[in-house]
Each structure stands twice: as structure tokens, then as C-alpha cells.
């Protein structure tokens, strides 16, 4: 309430990431309001990314426009490449091609980094296999979408020399920022004891996490993992427990 930013934005990634147990966009979007009245740029760009969560894409789509004009390149980049997603699919607007690839383009010119990493899978897509894997690369640095198609050719060795370790690094990082999808590949990981792999009490709390997400295949993994964790130990943890409730 004082407004510490830090303290703010830990408060904003509990509420949006599901690691409480569940996701609360209302309250999210409150403090996302403290947040952004401090003049920080990133508190716009995740307004913008819970509007499109919610799908109120009309609103979302407006304030996109409105950060489109902008001069911080960054968050041009970021409004140009969902801006592009909902002219793609028609997401608030009439779908139109030719604007979303026009607006994409000018992400990637940006050097947005979600742009940057479907770019790399257009160019696996084309069979440009090294131009991908450097396009991948290059996003990682920023990019959770990156960062998990990227660790999954890592892992099965797909168009790359394969290396698990670097693959579950990768992981971490796209799950360190909310990616549903590498969350559940790394309690999958668990399950199937890949080593390295998360232990199995984190395994379960990354499962609850997409599973809050809404990825349903989520709930049948960690519905898995604490009945072999019960199997082993007599007990479901505290937290996974808390999880389930909620």
C-alpha cells in the first residue's frame, strides 16, 4: 500500500502466476494500477497481457494501440507483436493478415523477444534449421516461449546435439516466468525420474501452478505425483494439499 515496487510486483506475480494455488486477475489488476502509477513501464504491459487473458480483447486491443505509439522501444515491440496475434485470429478486430504480419514484422524489427522466438518456429517450419536455432537462441535471453521450444530440442535432440541438462535449464527459466507448458514438462520430467529433474514435492507445486493456469492435463499429472509421493512417504504435503483444496 506504501508502495514499495518490489514488494508490489512479488504481490502482482503471486496473484497472476497461480502460486498460490490460484490465479486472481481482479486483484492482480489493483495493484497493477499502484504499480503502473509509479511510473513503471513493465505494470502496462502486463495490464495489457491480463485484458487479453480475460478476453476483453476490445480494451485490450485500445491500449495496444495506445502503447504501440510510444517511444520506449520495448514496450512498442511487445504491444506490435500481440497486436499482430489479434489481428491474426481476430481477437477484438476484424482479422487481417496482412496488418497481423505488418505489425509482427515490426516487433521482430523491435527485437521483441515472443516475436523473435515465432519467428524461430516459422523458420523450423520452412526447414531453415540453423537460422532457427540461432533465432531461438537469440530470444531466450527474454523470451519463456523461446526458452521451452528451444529446451525441448535439447532434449529429444531435435535438429541439435542433444543435452538434457541444458534442457532443463532452459525449462526452469520459461517456468521461472509463469510458461504453463514448461511447468508441466518439468513435473512430467519428475514423474518420469529424468534426472535432474525437480524433486517431487516442487514437481507437484509446479503441476498446481499450470493447472491454475487452466492446462487440465496438469491436474491428471499431479493427481500422479501425490499418489506416488503418498505411496512413498504415508502423506500428502501441506502445500500440495492446499493446492488441491483450492
Not at 113 to 139: C, F, M, N, V, Y
Amino acid at each position: 500500500l506504501e508502495g514499495n515496487v518490489p514488494a508490489l510486483r512479488n504481490l502482482i506475480d503471486l496473484y497472476l502466476s497461480g502460486k498460490t494455488g490460484a490465479m486472481d486477475f481482479d486483484r492482480a489488476s489493483f495493484w497493477l494500477a499502484r504499480l503502473a502509477s509509479t511510473g513503471d513501464g513493465a505494470a502496462f504491459v502486463a495490464m495489457a497481457d491480463v485484458l487479453l487473458t480475460k478476453k476483453e480483447y476490445p480494451a485490450a486491443v485500445k491500449m495496444l494501440k495506445q502503447m504501440a505509439a510510444l517511444e520506449n522501444l520495448a514496450v512498442v515491440g511487445f504491444a506490435c507483436e500481440r497486436l499482430s496475434r489479434c489481428y491474426a485470429a481476430g481477437l477484438g478486430v476484424n482479422a487481417n493478415p496482412a496488418r497481423a504480419r505488418k505489425y509482427f514484422d515490426r516487433a521482430v524489427a523491435k527485437n521483441n523477444r515472443d516475436a523473435l522466438a515465432r519467428l524461430g518456429i516459422e523458420q523450423l517450419d520452412q526447414g531453415k534449421i540453423p537460422e532457427a536455432i540461432a533465432t531461438l537462441k537469440r530470444a531466450s535471453d527474454k523470451s519463456a516461449s523461446a526458452c521451452y521450444f528451444l529446451g525441448q530440442l535439447y532434449f529429444f535432440g531435435t535438429h541439435i546435439e542433444k543435452d538434457q541438462t541444458q534442457a532443463l535449464q532452459l525449462m526452469r527459466k520459461a517456468a521461472d516466468q509463469n510458461h504453463f507448458e514448461a511447468l508441466y514438462f518439468l513435473a512430467g520430467a519428475t514423474f518420469n525420474k529424468v534426472s535432474g529433474a525437480p524433486s517431487i514435492e516442487e514437481a507437484i507445486r509446479m503441476a498446481s501452478q499450470a493447472e491454475a493456469g487452466g492446462l487440465e492435463k496438469a491436474r491428471v499429472l499431479r493427481e500422479k505425483l501425490e499418489r506416488r509421493l503418498n505411496t512413498n512417504n504415508g502423506s500428502i504435503p501441506e502445500d500440495s494439499a492446499k493446492a488441491r483444496a483450492s
